[in-house]
């Protein structure tokens, strides 16, 4: 068991509480490639937090590779974040003034990697990207596809446990976005990476073998899609 | 290392104008610290380089006049200083701590002819060897009194070096005067050396040997000055009780009231240069909060400066941190800046400061006034010397992290989920 997470509820409170997730059961295994969908404002964003250790969350349990993730200190959750988790943003979050080799370099500048081995090895993921060509220019002169390829490059290159992906395709256009997620599930199938995709396309959440429904702050139903049938838009096109 | 600086590179290129105008007003800050330390050493220079010229662990006494009656003998009465008086030194309580003594007996009033120059209203001052350590008396040719001079009354004479100037028709070439004979009133004497006088034509002592003025003038036993230095004290409290000690001993044996201050005139140069010392250093730690607090509104610029640094970065910050960078990180990062930024601009200020210092040594350190009727250079060597460029690096190194720590909080308490948020 990679992830579980038992009775997690989390509530937010400003000036009136709210409660957005309200015991959540979840159970994911490794090299499993899972979708979590849901309307805006069903708890989906504030999940993806909890499962990144971006945020606490008050009651239940969370365990991440058998290690129990509660009230950790920002150092100790800054360490596992490196270690265990890759993120990929909607809109990408690259550091602006860093070529894409240098964004890819930063978690292993973070483990103290020495910046020889640390550009070699970035440097073999930008490659995997097909993006070799691209290492020593800045994200402003690349597309939207190109950015979040160096990103998912990025998020891949500490090992991590599993890659929370926000929206990935969010912000590209439907083309780019059939890459993403070739790309994804490719990572996927052929190398056994965990993959927690976010989305409320369904197009997007088709690609994954295990569809969770959240509303309301509850897991609504947990739908096996290893057909990629879940979506009547998933049979002929991808998304959007 | 080399990473972090790069990163800093990085964010100071990015803001060229903006890096230069804070670290203006760091550099001005440590300007202003390194020239009013500079021109406060140049002033206290000039002004205390009187006090240097005895040796800081002697006291110099004279005869006085009673101010109190003691001992059925009325107030008013003048004391005189006898030679058995030095005798009061060598016994305890004060053999033990007392090392030179000499004593002085001076006539004024002649005339110093040599060949078709002289000098009039000269002093001819009687004296022991041990003054030339006592008085710190620096010699620039010949030599200075000594034992047989003493033991044989003989005519010798020591001369200022202005005197000697003049004599030599403003050549410096002052062994050409050992050897060569003056006249003082009637008396012919030896000049045995020249000595550096004061820059001005007031020094007119001329040096001779003790004895041979006693001898020649028939002063019997009397003293003008007794000048003794001692060892193994020190506090001003200690120099105080040794200096009450010293003026009760004579003042009884004078038969004057124990604590009366004007029986006999004691100089005590002992507590006088701890005071002096004082008040250097009262005068210094002056100059440093003033140049410190000039300093601080370039610290408060640096700060600001970091802050909205920070306030633009928070995005990039929260990128950091979701990546797996710890709080320290950025501290180290944001701190390494602030100290980069404050370290450079204060470097620069610290080398024009030094500059101008310098240019002050030549220009008005080269000049000086009158004041009171006697020339004064208004600041001698204006400069500050290694400590203080130690202290100001001490002082930029810890005016950086102070300007950056505040700043560098903020940034490490960025939550990534605002951060990643705010796009």
Redesign the interface.
Known sequence: MLIDLKGVHKTYDNGQPLHVLKGIELQIEKGEFVSIMGASGSGKSTLL?IL?I??NYDEGEYYLAGKLIKDLS??VS??Y???MIG?V?Q?F??????TAVENVE??L???GVN?HRRHKVAMEYLEKMGLTGWASHYPNEMSGGQKQRVAIA?ALI?HPEIILADEPTGALDSKTSVEVMELLTRLNREDGVTIIVVTHESGVANCADKIVHIKDGLIEKVEDNRMHHASQFGTDTVMK | M??LLQEIW??LR?NKVRTCLTGLAVAWGIFMLIVLLGAGNGLLNAFLADGLDFASNTINMGGGVTSKPYDGLKQGRYIQLKDEDTDLLRQPPFSEKVDLVSTNVSKSGYTMTYGRRYFNDVILSGTMPADLEMNRIQMLAGRFINDRDIAEKRKVIIIPHLHAKNFLSGGTDYDKLVGQRVKVGNLSFTIIGVRHGAENQDDRNLYVPYSTVKSMFGLGNDVDEITFSFHGLKTAAEGEAFENQVRATFNTAHRAAPDDRRAVWIWNRFTQNLQMEKIKSILIAALWIIGLFTLVSGIVGVSNIMLITVKERT??F????????????ILKLIVTESVLITAFFGYIGMLLGMIACEILNMTVGRSSVEIFGQSMKMLDNPTVGVGAAIGATVVLIVAGTIAGIFPARQAAKV???EA?RA?
């Open positions: 937090n990144g971006l945020d920002e150092r800054a360490t974040r490196n270690q993120f943003f809109s979050n690259l550091i602006g003034f860093k930063l978690p500048f973070y483990q910046r990025r500490t | 080399r990473d990085e964010s990015r995005h990039e929260g990128i950091r941190k979701a990546i797996g960078a710890r709080p320290g990180n939550k990534p989920i990643l796009d």
